[in-house]
Each structure stands twice: as C-alpha cells, then as structure tokens.
C-alpha cells in the first residue's frame, strides 16, 4: 500500500516521502495515529509542501544528531557488577543499563533500542555503538568490572582467574609419576 509519511518514522521514511508498507501496517499504525495518509492524488499535491518543511527538519535534526555524536564519542562508563571466577557476569549489562547512566550522568536521552546489538555478559572494556541516524553511529567504551574494585585494577584482575595455571600445573605433576 502507497501512503505518504506525515512524521518521521523510523526505518520507513521521512515526513513527505511516499512509500509502499503492508496494508495492515497502514491501517492500524500509521494512519490512525496520524502519522501518514493514503498517497491519493490531491494528497501527492500537498506531499510536496510537506516534503519542503521536512527537508529543512532533517537538516536541524542532522546537525543536531552530529554535535551529540561529538559529545558522546568520548564517554566511558563504568559498570560495577557481580561476576564468576571466569569472567561471567550474573546478569548482563543491557542497552537499558547504558540508557539510564547516560540520562543520569551526562543527561542524554537516547532510545535504548538505538545502543548496542546484545547485552554485554563478560568482564572487560566494550565498544557500543550509538546508532544516532542511518550513517551516523559513534561509539562509547563500557567498561565492565568486578563489584568493589577500582575500575582500572578491575580490568587486570577479571585476566587472571580466566587463566587457572594451577589445574595445569598438577596435570603435568600426575603425568610424570607415573613415569618415574
């Protein structure tokens, strides 16, 4: 079904574009809540108005998207979580997680469906990416440690039980035994 956007919407279009979506799609969602119509004739005629307004929206939106880009590229954030000797997080740090520390820290509200493509369930230092708009994604540095440690000393020590020399040491201490 052809209709015509009204809004943005995401990963559909933009206000003013006609685009072709599953009739069902059209008559339960976009249309009632007034955010395309049907791509009739008189309605291509006004599509066009509509289409010069959202050009100038996307270039404020663009611009504003790009100066948040250049803020959020550097940030880190540090997660203190409760993990097993391996490494393994109990739990996860979801898209939700980074949501809520950004809006609570550097006060960015973000859609938490727009960070990241899984949880985070392992000690270490991630890189998440934020997709702000189609070719615009910048990165943040999540940092995963244990509950209780510095965060930097955190990072060296979840390496070590990862490793267990211990269980390799008594192996080779068996094999030899034997042979004696």
Known sequence: ?????????????????????????????????????????????????????????????????????????????????????????????????ITDQLKAQFGFEIDRRRIGDHPLRELGEFSVPVRLDAGLAPHIQVIIFREGQDPRAGEEASEQPVLEPEPVMEADAAEEAPAE
Do not use: C, H, W
Request: charged share 30%; glycine share 10%; proline share 3%.
């Open 1 to 97: 079904m052809k209709i015509i956007l009204l809004r943005d919407v995401y990963k559909k279009g933009v206000a003013g574009e006609v685009v072709d979506v599953a009739p069902g799609y059209a008559r339960n969602y976009l249309i009632p809540y007034g955010m395309a119509v049907k791509a009739t004739p008189g309605a291509m005629r006004q599509a066009e108005n509509l289409l010069k307004t959202a050009i100038t929206r996307r270039a404020e939106r663009d611009k504003e998207f790009s100066m948040l880009a250049e803020q959020i590229k550097d940030i880190k954030l540090y997660f203190g979580v409760r993990a097993g000797k391996t490494g393994k997080l109990y739990g996860s740090v979801t898209s939700g997680d």
